[in-house]
């Protein structure tokens, strides 16, 4: 069976504009700053993907090793019909939910939404020949804005990977949760993962690692700002900053002007004392108890918390209430 015809509610005129609006809004803020999904083009892309395989980065490896465990589980608890990914990528994590509920029998569609056209299509394209009797059915959307989208109807999973939600500050998590919840009827389940506390030698290393793939991920922002905007940033003009701050308990990325930086963008003369940083990541680690508190405010209900052996990265199902 090939995958449906894309479902797109995001075009690239909507992503310019985003974009426009992110960098006026961030570059004229104190501090300044620009949102995390702006690394991801092409390139930004393959980088991200190489830092998933540093030795520095345990939450890919640890996640992955929680799904191997509890995915045949997982397919039994929920019974899904409709499995739904946000955020998907690749969905190379996801094969190993897929695979567990073809071996159950019952699921029938797989429903991967993306802000990226070209990555769903290779993605959708490529599970629909892989998993031969699932109806695959792309959506190009934000999973901030359109989660009114997603398909209804029988029992649904919603999955939501790779720690993603810790890039949402406190408010905007918490809105992101109830509009999650608001799309789903009662009964339906979400699968969320979360990177968790921990000792910062072991966090901040991630985001900081010794072959530099995290510094040129983090300048790969302005490498998107000035190609898409026409700016004149110099992106060696910066280095690549990892804090973690324990009051908030997450690492921020930033990047630290090395010397007084002056760029043009859209109409904007933009500038930087040598010393000043530009927050570009957060990146939330939480508590067991957190994040079931964030999800009982939501209307879910937890119903499992499991971890890796080391205790280093969590993955919560839970119950639309």
Same mark, same amino acid.
């Given at each position: 069976?090939?995958?449906?015809?894309?479902?797109?509610?995001?075009?690239?005129?909507?992503?310019?504009?985003?974009?426009?609006?992110?960098?006026?809004?961030?570059?004229?803020?104190?501090?300044?700053?620009?949102?995390?999904?702006?690394?991801?083009?092409?390139?930004?892309?393959?980088?991200?993907?190489?830092?998933?395989?540093?030795?520095?980065?345990?939450?890919?490896?640890?996640?992955?090793?929680?799904?191997?465990?509890?995915?045949?589980?997982?397919?039994?608890?929920?019974?899904?019909?409709?499995?739904?990914?946000?955020?998907?990528?690749?969905?190379?994590?996801?094969?190993?939910?897929?695979?567990?509920?073809?071996?159950?029998?019952?699921? %029938?569609?797989?429903?991967?939404?993306?802000?990226?056209?070209?990555?769903?299509?290779?993605?959708?394209?490529?599970?629909?020949?892989?998993?031969?009797?699932?109806?695959?059915?792309?959506?190009?959307?934000?999973?901030?804005?359109?989660?009114?989208?997603?398909?209804?109807?029988?029992?649904?999973?919603?999955?939501?990977?790779?720690?993603?939600?810790?890039?949402?500050?406190?408010?905007?998590?918490? %809105?992101?949760?109830?509009?999650?919840?608001?799309?789903?009827?009662?009964?339906?389940?979400?699968?969320?993962?979360?990177?968790?506390?921990?000792?910062?030698?072991?966090?901040?290393?991630?985001?900081? #690692?010794?072959?530099?793939?995290?510094?040129?991920?983090?300048?790969?922002?302005?490498?998107?700002?000035?190609?898409?905007? =026409?700016?004149?940033? #110099?992106?060696?003009?910066?280095?690549?900053?990892?804090?973690?701050?324990?009051?908030?308990?997450?690492?921020?990325?930033?990047?630290?002007?090395?010397?007084?930086?002056?760029?043009?963008?859209? #109409?904007?003369?933009?500038?930087?004392?040598? =010393?000043?940083?530009?927050?570009?990541?957060?990146?939330?680690?939480?508590?067991?108890?957190?994040?079931?508190?964030?999800?009982?405010?939501?209307?879910?209900?937890?119903?499992?918390?499991?971890?890796?052996?080391?205790?280093?990265?969590?993955?919560?199902?839970?119950?639309?209430?």
């Amino acid at each position: 069976m090939s995958a449906e015809p894309l479902e797109i509610y995001l075009e690239e005129q909507d992503l310019g504009r985003s974009l426009r609006d992110d960098v006026r809004t961030g570059l004229t803020a104190w501090p300044k700053w620009l949102p995390p999904k702006w690394f991801y083009d092409a390139r930004g892309s393959e980088l991200f993907e190489e830092i998933t395989r540093l030795p520095e980065y345990y939450p890919t490896r640890a996640e992955r090793s929680v799904l191997a465990e509890r995915a045949g589980e997982i397919a039994e608890l929920t019974g899904a019909k409709t499995l739904i990914e946000l955020g998907s990528g690749s969905s190379e994590k996801t094969r190993l939910l897929l695979d567990a509920f073809t071996r159950r029998g019952g699921l %029938g569609t797989f429903v991967p939404l993306d802000v990226s056209v070209s990555a769903l299509k290779q993605s959708t394209e490529q599970i629909a020949t892989d998993y031969p009797g699932l109806r695959v059915r792309g959506i190009v959307g934000d999973f901030t804005r359109h989660l009114d989208r997603l398909p209804t109807g029988g029992r649904r999973l919603v999955i939501f990977l790779g720690g993603t939600i810790g890039n949402l500050l406190p408010a905007e998590r918490a %809105g992101f949760l109830a509009a999650m919840r608001a799309s789903l009827e009662p009964g339906d389940w979400l699968l969320i993962g979360t990177d968790l506390v921990k000792d910062p030698s072991i966090v901040v290393p991630a985001y900081d #690692d010794a072959a530099g793939v995290t510094a040129e991920f983090n300048r790969n922002v302005l490498r998107v700002v000035n190609r898409e905007l =026409g700016a004149d940033f #110099d992106p060696e003009a910066f280095a690549h900053v990892a804090l973690w701050d324990p009051e908030r308990e997450w690492i921020e990325m930033r990047l630290r002007a090395e010397r007084p930086v002056r760029a043009r963008v859209l #109409d904007l003369d933009v500038e930087f004392a040598a =010393g000043e940083e530009l927050r570009t990541e957060v990146s939330a680690k939480f508590r067991p108890e957190g994040i079931a508190a964030e999800l009982v405010a939501a209307g879910f209900t937890a119903r499992e918390f499991w971890t890796d052996a080391d205790g280093l990265f969590g993955v919560t199902l839970a119950r639309a209430a």
